[in-house]
């Protein structure tokens, strides 16, 4: 179903990334007059976005808002076309995320040196924003949705330009990837770490920051919703800090080989997810969740070669900020 209602006048739309059901999504708000996506996923999922919308009783050009929690392509990259379809939208974004929107030439170019041919396949277009139609958030600024509201939240770690979005009164934050990637409800939070600019200690902050919204429930963009937040959260920090190390520890070698390293990790990550469906009540997941399916869906969402060349970047990033302090304190080299 592409439209799976999450409470009144809110769905999940499955935009079935790479044929892939439940690992990416984008969420619908109605309220009154009023109509909004928190994501658009990529251009490569497009029909499914509008399948969702019409699913859920609407189309794409009732949408008055559209909200993008930060500006990965299979978050933001169809927001464009998405706009053009909706002429009474605008753009809601962080604001170091207006500029990629407007011109998203340099965000495409840095994918098509990581992505090669699969950049069609993948992500499809990636259509410019009209900057007159994009609203720079900053940290509380608010989003008016008939008699509904959201609130971003800068919430850096995962990239500098992410924001949650907390609707007080449903009790519910719409988390992007500062929360994690949680596939079918699994007891299984995997972190997602892609480069260039992880940080770890924002991150772990921004962990804090959703912490203190008591949120009944955080809804993911990888995938659903997930109401055992203090759970969810600790076991994100978890495995986060736990791989971080893990990876850190394996390219620091004298032999380090960063292709081992990430063969390592989709091990390690396959070994894991067996595990904590293992331990996982039986009636708690949905029917062919199996091990194999997850690890493929997780993967999919989370790649292990994003995840070490992120923490790779994070450690070139940490020990030049511990350089350019220590020298700022007159610890540096005579």
């Not at 079935?16 to 309220?31: I, T």
């Not at 009023?34 to 859920?56: F, I, K, N, Q």
Request: charge should be negative; hydrophobic fraction near 50%.
């Amino acid at each position: 179903m592409p439209a799976t209602p999450l409470g009144p006048g809110t769905w999940c739309l499955d935009l079935e990334f790479q044929g892939y059901r439940g690992a990416v999504a984008a969420f619908l708000l109605a309220d009154g007059e009023a109509l909004a996506l928190v994501e658009t996923g990529p251009g490569s999922t497009l029909p499914a976005l509008e399948a969702g919308v019409r699913d859920a009783g609407f189309a794409l050009e009732q949408l008055t808002a559209v909200a993008v929690t930060h500006v990965h392509l299979d978050h933001a990259g169809a927001a464009g076309a998405v706009l053009a379809r909706a002429p009474r939208a605008r753009l809601h974004v962080h604001p170091r995320g207006v500029g990629h929107m407007v011109d998203p030439s340099r965000l495409v170019a840095s994918a098509a040196r990581i992505y090669g041919d699969r950049m069609d396949r993948l992500w499809g277009a990636f259509a410019p924003v009209p900057a007159e139609r994009v609203v720079a958030l900053a940290d509380g600024d608010r989003v008016p949705l008939g008699e509904r509201t959201l609130v971003a939240v800068h919430t850096p770690g995962h990239a500098v330009h992410h924001a949650a979005f907390h609707e007080p009164d449903a009790g519910d934050v719409y988390a992007g990837d500062v929360a994690g990637v949680r596939l079918a409800g699994a007891p299984y939070v995997r972190p997602p770490t892609p480069p260039p600019d992880v940080d770890l200690d924002a991150w772990q902050a921004s962990v804090g920051r959703l912490r203190a919204l008591r949120a009944r429930r955080l809804l993911l963009t990888h995938f659903g919703e997930a109401a055992d937040v203090d759970w969810h959260l600790d076991d994100l920090l978890a495995r986060l800090f736990a791989w971080s190390g893990w990876i850190e520890g394996r390219l620091e070698a004298p032999d380090a080989d960063l292709v081992r390293v990430v063969d390592a990790l989709g091990e390690r990550a396959r070994r894991e997810v067996a595990r904590a469906l293992a331990a996982a009540p039986p009636l708690a997941l949905p029917e062919g969740a199996t091990a194999a399916h997850l690890t493929a869906g997780y993967e999919l969402a989370t790649p292990a070669d994003m995840t070490v060349t992120g923490v790779a970047r994070w450690m070139q990033v940490r020990a030049r900020r511990d350089a350019e302090r220590a020298l700022a304190l007159g610890l540096g080299p005579a």
